[in-house]
């Protein structure tokens, strides 16, 4: 039989190859979200099959698609230093199980791979520092953009990830000045262990300050950052009190900052822009044109006051524990009013949750994109 030739690397169909190597198994709608026109995505999808590098695994209504071995073999040969981690040994991506339990954890890494993807963040491992490899010099690596690292590359750092049972954590993004330990919810209600959590921000604290970046990350506190289907689901996870059980989600106080973004276009665009300290100082800068300085000794937490001495917030980053912090202050001090800045797409759930003493001011998302966003795309 003849063997088919590997895409170029460049190409669209490599992409695809790519995401499905790292991911192990990638949701099948998952693909409409990557660049082009569905109809050739839709054909790029069945030559890819027709040419025996991808199947589709149906099972407990979940759909993946899954590399063959032709394909991890063509792959490995092709660039062992991106694919060998994933497509090697027994790694879960590589040594793939039918349970729902564990195929549902890497559909929500690879959701969570393909906005980091579509968000220029580097998801590689040919393209970022390896930071979690146990024989690093201490403080020899250092972040200039953007970079992603799944929760099962965070493993291989040693046995305490292993140890931390219970952690929903996907993965940690850094950014040159920023430290987030990444969730995703997928739409539904998620598990959430207070200790496990504790135990994974301690961890990264100390691997990211203290032993392996020092000079770049000392000091710098963890974020949380967490990803769900809709904007809609903010709301829930605004109103959870962590079910009959108190194992569901809750918004605690494992994190100071806590954002969180839909896994679409839009998430997509925020994420660019929250890890481009430069571009969030300019849109800071323009919004606080009409106001007078930050309060810092305020009652209520604020990026700047009005004429009235009431105070605003800058939550285009849909901040959980900001908004949740804000929308308290505002709702116990008689008299008080707020202004809340979001994106436009972000309006409706804000202005649900939010007290009525909060008015949602707007950032049109269209004219954002003209004036910040890579080609206005």
């Not at 695994?57 to 993946?64: F, H, I, N, S, T």
């Not at 929760?151 to 952690?167: C, L, P, T, V």
Request: hydrophobic fraction near 35%; charge should be positive; include cysteine.
């Amino acid at each position: 039989m003849k063997q088919h030739k590997l895409p170029g690397r460049q190409s669209q169909a490599y992409t695809i190859l790519s995401l499905i190597a790292v991911s192990g198994e990638l949701p099948v709608g998952q693909i409409k979200r990557l660049p082009g026109g569905d109809e050739y995505k839709i054909k790029l999808i069945k030559t890819l099959k027709q040419k025996k590098f991808i199947t589709t695994y149906y099972r407990d209504k979940l759909r993946g698609h899954r590399l063959t071995n032709t394909a991890k073999e063509m792959l490995l040969t092709d660039n062992g230093e991106r694919f060998t981690f994933s497509l090697t040994g027994n790694s879960e991506t590589n040594l793939l199980k039918s349970e729902i339990t564990r195929r549902l954890r890497l559909h929500s890494i690879a959701e969570t791979l393909v906005t980091m993807h579509n968000a220029g963040v580097a998801i590689y491992r040919d393209d970022k520092p390896d930071i979690f490899s146990p024989d690093n010099t201490k403080d020899s690596l250092s972040v200039t953009a953007p970079v992603f690292y799944n929760s099962r590359e965070m493993k291989n750092y040693g046995a305490d990830f292993d140890n931390i049972r219970g952690a929903r954590s996907v993965g940690v993004l850094l950014s040159e000045s920023k430290i987030f330990a990444a969730y995703n919810t997928r739409g539904s209600g998620m598990k959430w262990s207070y200790k496990a959590e504790i135990k994974t921000k301690t961890l990264l604290e100390g691997i990211l300050s203290i032993e392996c970046m020092p000079r770049q990350y000392f000091g710098r506190k963890i974020r949380g950052l967490m990803f769900g289907d809709s904007m809609e689901q903010l709301y829930e996870l605004f109103t959870s009190t962590g079910g009959s059980k108190k194992r569901s989600f809750t918004l605690d106080d494992t994190y100071e900052n806590f954002l969180y973004l839909p896994n679409d276009a839009n998430g997509e665009m925020v994420l660019w822009l929250i890890c481009d300290d430069e571009k969030t100082q300019e849109l800071n800068y323009m919004l606080s044109q009409d106001y007078n300085e930050r309060q810092i000794g305020m009652r209520v937490i604020n990026d700047a006051v009005d004429e009235n001495g009431d105070p605003v917030l800058f939550a285009y980053d849909c901040d959980m524990a900001r908004i949740d912090k804000f929308n308290g202050g505002v709702d116990m001090f008689n008299g008080m009013k707020g202004t809340l800045y979001c994106f436009d797409f972000q309006a409706d759930v804000l202005r649900r949750y939010c007290c009525d003493n909060i008015t949602i001011e707007t950032i049109k998302t269209d004219k954002f994109k003209k004036r910040f966003y890579p080609d206005g795309s």
